[in-house]
T-cell receptor
Framework: KAGVTQTPRYLIKTRGQQVTLSCSPI?????VSWYQQTPGQGLQFLFE???????NKGNFPGRFSGRQFSNSRSEMNVSTLELGDSALYLC??????????????FGPGTRLTVT | LAKTTQPISMDSYEGQEVNITCSHN???????ITWYQQFPSQGPRFIIQ???TKVTNEVASLFIPADRKSSTLSLPRVSLSDTAVYYC??????????FGQGTTLQVKP
């Protein structure tokens, strides 16, 4: 079974631009979560989607948004990029919306660099 | 969500058993304890999860005392490839993973 895929793997943007990252979960998984990882803040939860609805949200500004499609694929968007948005963005999928396990499957991440 | 405290780093040698302890004094009744492993430039990988006593799988064992205020991840006979960051997470399975700083394990030959 194919794992979680994320595209693109690397991205360079300039301040003020916007970016869209894509995540394809493992087949059959309906929950998709997004995380930001930086050396200073570590791994931080952004949001979780299940059945096309946002179910959980972390403490990030409104510039960070996401959506999920009917095939469970998800995108996250960051508008008006700031230098501090440079990070590894990780997507994770799981079968259900929590409830039974914390077992999530992570993708390789998208490395975003803002200059 | 309960806060967790882990050692920042640990060193070990190949073939040894490694025990990483995590403190979670404010763990709630419905909280589970989960451990993840992360290699550089990769996403975290689920290792093990438990609620009480002991859980064992093909990779590790998780020991949880009766008061559940701490837990210990045990990795038997580590190899160089076990060098990674190990995260202890505590939560009520609402799907929101809260990662701490983790423990960087360095396995030496």
């Amino acid at each position: 079974k194919a794992g979680v895929t994320q595209t693109p793997r690397y991205l360079i943007k300039t301040r003020g631009q916007q970016v869209t990252l894509s995540c394809s979960p493992i087949s059959g998984h309906r929950s998709v979560s997004w995380y930001q990882q930086t050396p200073g803040q570590g791994l931080q939860f952004l949001f979780e989607y299940f059945s096309e609805t946002q179910r959980n949200k972390g403490n990030f500004p409104g510039r960070f948004s996401g959506r999920q499609f009917s095939n469970s694929r998800s995108e996250m968007n960051v508008s008006t990029l700031e230098l501090g948005d440079s990070a590894l963005y990780l997507c994770a999928s799981s079968l259900a919306l929590g409830g039974e396990s914390y077992e999530q499957y992570f993708g390789p991440g998208t490395r975003l660099t803002v200059t | 969500l309960a806060k967790t405290t882990q050692p920042i780093s640990m060193d070990s040698y190949e073939g040894q058993e490694v025990n990483i302890t995590c403190s979670h004094n404010n763990i709630a009744t419905n909280d589970y304890i989960t451990w993840y492993q992360q290699f550089p430039s990769q996403g975290p990988r689920f290792i093990i999860q438990g609620y009480k006593t002991k859980v064992t799988n093909e990779v590790a064992s998780l020991f949880i005392p009766a008061d559940r205020k701490s837990s210990t991840l045990s990795l038997p006979r580590v190899s160089l490839s076990d060098t990674a960051v190990y995260y202890c997470l505590v939560g009520d399975l609402t799907g929101k993973l809260i990662f701490g700083q983790g423990t960087t394990l360095q396995v030496k030959p």
